[in-house]
DNA sequence: CCTTAGTCGTTATGATATTTCATAGCAACC
DNA sequence: GGTTGCTATGAAATATCATAACGACTAAGG
């Protein structure tokens, strides 16, 4: 049951999936998936890991893309507000969404190490901090679930 | 099992309470804690709310006690890592530690509506997050668990 | 055609955080 | 007393992350 992050795998297919599968599910909605957008995802999905919105934006801008930040920020915008991307907030910084489709809440799995990002996904309500906030009467809208630390990988290595 | 943090208390007693919890912790672990470390911890005490770095910082500065950015980052520093103070990342703000000596991760409830945080503790071991993360052979080291949405005063008053 | 919602390009600015180099204070030691 | 090591501080500059605001373009529907 370990994580395809941090397993060698047909990386190739994870990106074609993943475009294929937002550009299916933004005809879907009726969601414009520009040139922008989709080459950010794209970017998003080359690695399994975490990217800054200045080094997308830097990619960007060598494509001839688009070169201030608010062109990055929008498409940045567009793939979290519709669950195609999510922002890791402990890293200040974005990855593509890896189990779309699901409804439940993320959760990140990140290694300080090699900087891969894992995406696990969990019922808020079942969960620990869905409890706490049963208890104190809160009313969840939204949760950041992020645990640092070493990825298989990265444990044997050390 | 409403969190104080969300309820009418004799918040005096907070801040008395916390400034000498941490001076105990700081004598009996040899800990220096300065003038303006002891400000900041003030400070953050002052309100059931996260603060930025730099609304900090105005206060040291209309103190007279510091008016650069490493003033007010070298203090927190000192209080988030010695377990006085935590940084909501989230909000990437800070705020006072509320459960003192308890080694478990802290998890944090931010109401958007009034801003303030309560503060809950849990083991990471038991939680959701520890068994995602040890299903994917991940060496947890440090966790950020943070839940948006109203408190129960303000969903009352929505 | 015309309106309108959505997108895009650009400038400027705001907000958060760190690096870097220099100095002050203090205690241990010879 | 002088040196060393350590911790904390001061100050300037810069790096990094994010948004506001405005005008222009475009495609879809009336």
């Known amino acids: 049951m370990t994580d395809p992050a941090f397993e ?11 475009v294929a599968a937002v550009e299916r599910a933004c005809v879907a909605r009726g969601l414009q998936l520009t040139q922008t957008r989709k080459r950010v995802l794209e970017i998003l999905l080359s690695e399994h890991k975490a ?5 997308i934006l830097d990619v960007l801008r060598a494509e001839g893309l688009g ?17 195609f991307a999510h922002r890791i907030e ?25 900087n891969s990002v894992a995406e696990s996904r969990s ?27 070493l990825c298989p990988k990265c444990v044997e290595a050390a």
């Open 90 to 114: 402990r890293l200040n910084a974005f990855i593509a969404c890896s189990h779309f489709g699901d409804a439940h809440a993320p959760v990140f799995l990140i290694c300080r190490r090699c």
């Open 8 to 18: 060698a795998h047909d990386h190739h297919a994870c990106i074609v999936d993943g």
């Open 123 to 149: 019922d808020v309500a079942k969960s620990e901090i869905g409890r706490i906030a049963k208890g104190a009467g809160f009313v969840i809208e939204r949760t950041v679930r992020e645990a640092e630390g």
């Open 51 to 55: 990217m800054g919105a200045y080094e």
């Open 67 to 83: 070169s201030q930040p608010p062109v990055a920020y929008r498409a940045l915008e567009f793939l979290t507000k519709h669950g």
